[in-house]
């Protein structure tokens, strides 16, 4: 059975919203648990919008207003990345571009024990998932995912980190697969880790690959799936006449 959006938001889906918009009626979800990201509150039955943005739906039950800016507001389950800016007894404090620093528990790795606790030095980029925003509070971070398994969180060695606006790093997470990303993949070989708040972490053998794909990816956020296919083409076209 394939998953759809309840019928109540199905027609604002993709669609722009604005504050106060009002895109669910719980009365009339009795039966469905959903989950809310960034952009929506709940007022008693009613789920309203918070920000300009278009309203998103991913499977099972997650909504979302999507919005391209460069302030990032933490939610539950997003991926981020890190940069470790201190270290205490129980925990490391961890610029995520929120509005206040993330805490990373010295334990929130797989296998974490006293025994074990990781060393990062001051800066160092880090992978995590946040498990925890509660207002009035530092969120929470974490090393795993939500059964306990490194599932590549961690510390992102060497490559270059560059921050962009939360819209683009939604689209290089979209499924299917992003165009620009597609369209590097068939051609250069290079890894990449992208945050939901707008950092973008790549890594390649060459540095030249390191600009490249990181040029394509700045450059693609305004541009169609066909247009950033040409410009990736472009970018190669250079690359091979300057090496």
Do not use: H
Not at 51 to 75: A, D, I, M, T
Not at 219 to 242: C, F, H, P, W, Y
């Amino acid at each position: 059975m394939v998953e759809k959006p309840s019928s109540s938001s199905s027609t604002l889906v993709d669609q722009p919203v604005v504050p106060g918009d009002v895109v669910l009626d719980l009365s009339n979800m009795a039966n469905e648990t959903i989950k809310l990201g960034g952009g929506l509150r709940q007022d008693q039955d009613a789920i309203s919008v918070s920000k300009v943005g278009k309203l998103r739906f991913s499977k099972p039950n997650k909504y979302w207003v999507e919005s391209s800016q460069k302030r990032y507001v933490p939610c539950a389950e997003d991926c981020v990345l890190g940069i470790v800016l201190d270290s205490r007894a129980d925990n490391f404090l961890v610029d995520i571009k929120g509005p206040s620093l993330a805490f990373l528990p010295v334990l929130a790795f797989e296998g974490g024990t006293r025994r074990n606790i990781p060393k990062f030095e001051m800066g160092a980029l880090l992978y995590v998932r946040v498990v925890k925003v509660n207002p009035g509070m530092n969120p929470e971070l974490a090393c795993t995912d939500a059964s306990g398994k490194a599932a590549g969180f961690g510390l992102l060695k060497d490559g270059y980190m560059f921050e962009c606006s939360t819209g683009l790093s939604r689209m290089l997470l979209s499924s299917p697969s992003c165009p620009v990303l597609e369209s590097l993949g068939k051609k250069l070989s290079f890894e990449t880790a992208v945050g939901l708040n707008g950092r973008v972490w790549v890594n390649a053998d060459s540095p030249s690959t390191i600009i490249v794909v990181s040029n394509a990816i700045l450059n693609s956020e305004t541009l169609s799936g066909v247009q950033q296919r040409i410009m990736v083409d472009k970018l190669l076209a250079n690359l091979k006449l300057s090496s």
